[in-house]
C-alpha cells in the first residue's frame, strides 16, 4: 500500500469509527483498531501514527468509562476522528486537532 493509500484507508477507518460511536457500536472500536493496527505500514508518518493512537486511546477511554483521557469527553472522540480524517484525506501538513479551543497532542 502506498502512503497515499494508507492515510486513505486510516481516513476510512476514523470515519467508521465515529459513525460506530455515535450509533453506540463501541464493540467495533476494538475491531476497527486492531485491524487499522494489523494494516498500517510501520513507517506511516506522523499522521497515521497519530490516527493510530487516536484509536487507541479512544477504545481505552471507553474501557475505562470515558476516564483517564481528560480534556476529551465520550463525546468529543468522534469529532476529533473526522478533524483527523479529514487532514488524512487532504493529504497536506497534518496538525493535531484542537478541542475546545486547545491542541490535542497525542491522545
Known amino acids: 500500500m502506498t502512503q497515499r493509500e494508507s492515510s486513505e ?14 450509533s453506540r457500536d463501541f464493540a467495533r472500536l476494538q475491531s476497527l483498531y486492531d485491524q487499522a493496527d494489523a494494516d498500517a505500514p510501520r513507517e506511516s508518518g506522523v499522521a497515521i501514527a497519530y490516527a493510530l493512537r487516536l484509536l487507541d486511546a479512544w477504545v481505552d477511554a471507553y474501557n475505562h468509562r470515558w476516564q483517564y483521557h481528560e480534556p476529551i469527553e465520550s463525546e468529543d472522540w468522534p469529532a476529533l476522528a473526522e478533524e483527523v480524517a479529514a487532514s488524512l484525506s487532504d493529504g497536506g501538513m497534518f496538525s493535531p486537532p484542537k478541542l475546545r479551543g ?6
Do not use: D, F, G, Q
Not at 9 to 22: C, D, F, G, I, Q
Not at 102 to 107: I, Q
Open 9 to 22: 484507508h486510516m481516513a476510512r477507518t476514523l470515519r467508521e469509527a465515529a459513525s460506530a460511536h455515535r
Open 102 to 107: 486547545v491542541e490535542v497532542r497525542a491522545p
